[in-house]
């Protein structure tokens, strides 16, 4: 009598194959109760309340806003920060000012700032956001 072709390795080849099938078909049977298709719109919707909780009912009553929520935020106008040269460049007539308090550097140019100034000078100066980053809009000469 022959002796069987079937080895081990065979045997295990198949059981991995089998098992790989059976988690596909636990997953795939998994996603279709986890779906979300055929949910009306009314059924995804999550609310806000006005303290900033997620809740599945609307809220009871319509948020009322106040006069100052439409208003846009202050940003400080009128208060100056302060700092010192810290590069300048004197062919291109540009530099920064890193701020004393939080280290972060400013460009100014000698047209913005519209004053030459010297490394290591203290200055305080106002600055606006643009889309290069910090820069310079107001400068005065500490003494």
Do not use: C, W
Not at 27 to 54: A, C, I, P, Q, S
């Amino acid at each position: 009598m022959g002796k069987s072709q079937i080895t081990f390795n065979k045997k295990e080849r198949v059981k991995k194959k089998q098992l790989k099938k059976q988690q596909k078909q636990e997953k795939r049977e998994l996603h279709k109760v986890d779906n979300n298709k055929g949910k009306t719109l009314e059924e995804m919707f999550v609310y806000v309340d006005e303290f900033g909780n997620l809740s599945n009912t609307p809220p009871e009553r319509k948020y009322q806003f106040k006069e100052e929520d439409l208003l846009p935020p202050s940003a400080g106008e009128d208060e100056y920060e302060y700092g010192k040269v810290s590069y300048y460049n004197t062919e291109g007539h540009y530099g920064f000012i890193r701020n004393n308090i939080t280290k972060q550097t400013v460009y100014f140019n000698d047209k913005l700032a519209g004053k030459t100034l010297q490394i290591d000078q203290q200055v305080k100066y106002k600055s606006i956001r643009t889309k290069q980053g910090d820069q310079i809009s107001e400068v005065f000469i500490n003494v």
